[in-house]
C-alpha cells in the first residue's frame, strides 16, 4: 500500500473532515458527561465525586512514564509520510511499541508502590471503604490504555484522526448506557469502574485493527538505525520536559486541592473543571485536526506562507477562545446553579481564576502547534522547567493563605511568567526570524478587546435579567455568544488574517450552501 501525498486541497479537506467529526464526537460526549456526571451525584454525592476527580489526577501524574513518546513518534512521522516511506512508518511503530509496552509496566509498578501514600492524599471527613480497589482500578484503566494505542499514532499522524473519534464515540455511548445501568440498580462504583476498563481495552483494540487494514505495511519487522532512535530520544528527552510541565501546571490542582482545603471540595472544583476540560477537549479538537497539516506545512520551505496561516491561525485562536472566555464568565455560575444546584457554587473569585487559566492555556494553541511541528520544542524546554517550579512553589504558598483560589490563580501568574511571553518570543525569533513585539501588542489588545465586550455584555445582563430559569438561561446564552462574537469580529475584520479567513473558508462554506454566488 503506497501513502500519498498530500496536497494543499486535500490537507484543507481532511482538516475540515477531522473538525467535524471531533467537534461533533466530542460535543455528543459532553452531552453523555453531564448526564453522567449528574446521575452520579445523585446517586453517589460529592465524597465519591471528591475521589473519582482525586485519583484521575493521580493517575495522570503517573503517566509521567510516557515521556512525550507519543508526540515525539508523530512528529518524526510527518516526513515519512510526506515521502511514502513505508520502511520508514513500519519501523517507527514497532519502536514505539517496545517504548509503550515498557511504559505500561512501569505505570503498573510506580502505580503499586503508591497505594501506601493515598492516607495522606486522601483527606475526607470519614473513612471511605475499598478506597485502594477504587484505585487499582484507576490505574488498571490507565495501563490498558496504552496497549495497542501506538498504533493510533500514524492515524493521527496522516489526518484520519476523525476515525479515533468515532471508535471513540460509540464505545462511549456503549460505556455510558452501562455505566448508568449500574448506578442506579446496584450503586456499585467498583462495577462503574469495571465497565470503563473493559470499554478502555475494547475501543483500543478495534483502533488497532482498524489500523492493521488501512496500513498493512506497518506489519513489517523493520527497525530504526541507532542513529534515527538517538534522534528521536533526544525528541523524547525535550517532550519529556513538556509532559512534566503540564502535567504539573494542570493536573497538580485536584492533589493540592485535596492536601490542602479538602477532598470534597475537589468534587465542588471537579465541577467547573469538566466545563472547561469539555470545552478544551472540543477547542483542541479544531486545532489537533489541523496539526498534522502545519507539522507537513512546516516540513517545506515556504517560510512566507507558515507566517500567513500562523497569523490565520492565531486569528481563529482568539475569536474561538475569547468568545468561549466571554461565555463563561456570564454563565457557567448560572449553568453549576441549574445543573446540580446552589451548594455546588464556587466562589467569583475562584471562578475567575478558573477562567483566566482556560484563557491562558487556549490562546497559545498556536504558538505550541507551531512550536511542536517545527522541533523548536528543544530551545523552549528550561522555561517550562522553571513554569513547573515557580507553580509549584506558588500554588502551595498561596493555597495556605487564601485555599483554592491561590492554588488556581498561582497556575495564571506562572505561566505569566514564564512560558506565556517565552515560547512566542522564541518562535519569532528562531522561526519567523521577525522580532515578537507585533505579537505581544496584538495580546494586549485582545485582552482589551475581551474586557471591552464584557463591560457591554453586562450592562446588558443588568438590564435584562433579574432572574435565573432555563428558559432565561437559553436566552441569556444566545445573547452573550451572538453579541461577543459580533462585536469581536467588527473589531477584527479589517485585519489582512481575517480577510484571508473570509476568502478561504467563511466565504467558500457560503457559496457551498448557496447563500451568496461565486
Not at 485519583?55 to 512528529?75: D, H, K, P, R
Not at 534515527?228 to 503540564?246: D, H, L, P, R, W
Not at 507558515?306 to 457557567?332: A, E, H, N, R, S
Not at 450592562?459 to 432572574?467: D, Y
Request: charged share 15%; aromatic share 14%.
Amino acid at each position: 500500500m503506497k501513502l500519498s501525498v498530500n496536497n494543499n486541497e486535500s490537507k484543507t479537506y481532511k482538516s475540515v473532515v477531522n473538525i467535524i467529526f471531533g467537534v461533533g464526537s466530542q460535543v455528543f460526549n459532553l452531552l453523555l458527561s453531564f448526564i453522567s456526571r449528574t446521575i452520579f451525584i445523585r446517586l453517589l454525592g460529592a465524597e465519591y465525586l471528591g475521589i473519582n476527580g482525586l485519583f484521575t489526577n493521580i493517575l495522570t501524574v503517573l503517566s509521567l512514564a510516557e515521556l512525550g513518546f507519543g508526540n515525539a513518534i508523530i512528529y518524526s512521522m510527518y516526513k515519512p509520510l510526506v515521502e511514502k516511506d513505508e520502511d520508514k512508518m513500519a519501523a517507527l511503530l514497532n519502536f514505539y511499541k517496545k517504548a509503550y509496552n515498557s511504559i505500561a509496566f512501569i505505570v503498573f509498578i510506580v502505580g503499586v508502590l503508591a497505594i501506601p501514600f493515598l492516607k495522606y492524599l486522601v483527606n475526607l471527613p470519614e473513612n471511605m471503604k475499598n478506597i485502594n480497589v477504587y484505585y487499582f482500578m484507576f490505574l488498571m484503566n490507565t495501563v490498558l490504555s496504552y496497549l495497542f494505542s501506538y498504533k493510533s499514532a500514524i492515524l493521527t499522524a496522516d489526518q484520519k484522526g476523525y476515525l479515533l473519534q468515532i471508535y471513540s464515540t460509540v464505545i462511549k455511548i456503549v460505556q455510558f448506557i452501562l455505566q448508568i445501568a449500574v448506578l442506579i440498580l446496584t450503586h456499585n462504583y467498583i462495577l462503574y469502574l469495571v465497565i470503563q476498563l473493559l470499554c478502555t481495552l475494547i475501543n483500543n483494540v478495534i483502533t488497532a485493527i482498524k489500523t492493521n487494514k488501512l496500513y498493512p505495511f506497518i506489519k513489517k519487522k523493520n527497525q530504526l538505525s541507532s542513529k534515527e532512535k538517538k534522534n528521536i530520544f533526544s525528541n523524547v528527552g525535550a517532550m519529556f520536559i513538556y509532559k512534566v510541565t503540564a502535567i504539573v501546571v494542570n493536573n497538580t490542582d485536584n492533589i493540592l486541592i485535596s492536601v490542602l482545603v479538602g477532598t470534597i471540595s475537589v468534587g465542588y472544583y471537579s465541577n467547573y473543571y469538566l466545563i472547561i476540560n469539555s470545552l478544551n477537549t472540543i477547542l483542541n479538537t479544531i486545532f489537533s485536526s489541523v496539526y498534522a497539516s502545519i507539522g507537513q506545512l512546516n516540513a517545506g520551505d515556504d517560510l512566507k506562507r507558515k507566517y500567513t496561516i500562523f497569523k490565520f491561525v492565531d486569528l481563529c485562536g482568539f475569536i474561538i477562545f475569547g468568545v468561549c472566555t466571554i461565555c463563561l464568565v456570564f454563565l457557567m455560575n448560572d449553568f453549576i446553579f441549574l445543573w446540580i444546584g446552589n451548594e455546588y457554587l464556587l466562589d467569583n473569585w475562584t471562578e475567575l481564576a478558573i477562567i483566566i487559566n482556560f484563557y491562558m492555556a487556549g490562546i497559545l494553541n498556536p504558538v505550541w502547534m507551531y512550536r511542536d511541528t517545527t522541533g523548536l520544542f528543544r530551545d523552549t524546554k528550561l522555561i517550562s522547567i522553571l513554569n513547573c517550579i515557580l507553580n509549584l512553589i506558588l500554588s502551595i504558598i498561596l493555597g495556605k493563605i487564601i485555599g483554592m483560589f491561590g492554588i488556581l490563580i498561582a497556575t495564571a501568574i506562572s505561566r505569566l511568567l514564564t512560558t506565556f511571553w517565552y515560547n512566542p518570543y522564541m518562535l519569532f525569533k528562531k522561526f519567523f526570524k521577525k522580532k515578537p513585539s507585533e505579537f505581544f501588542k496584538n495580546q494586549i489588545l485582545q485582552v482589551v478587546e475581551i474586557l471591552f465586550v464584557c463591560l457591554i455584555l453586562s450592562v446588558i445582563n443588568k438590564i435584562l435579567f433579574k432572574e435565573m430559569t432555563i428558559f432565561i438561561f437559553i436566552v441569556k446564552a444566545l445573547i452573550t455568544f451572538f453579541v461577543s462574537l459580533g462585536l469581536i469580529v467588527i473589531l477584527n475584520y479589517r485585519k489582512e488574517e481575517f480577510k484571508y479567513l473570509y476568502e478561504n473558508i467563511i466565504k467558500k462554506f457560503l457559496i457551498k450552501l448557496h447563500l451568496i454566488k461565486v
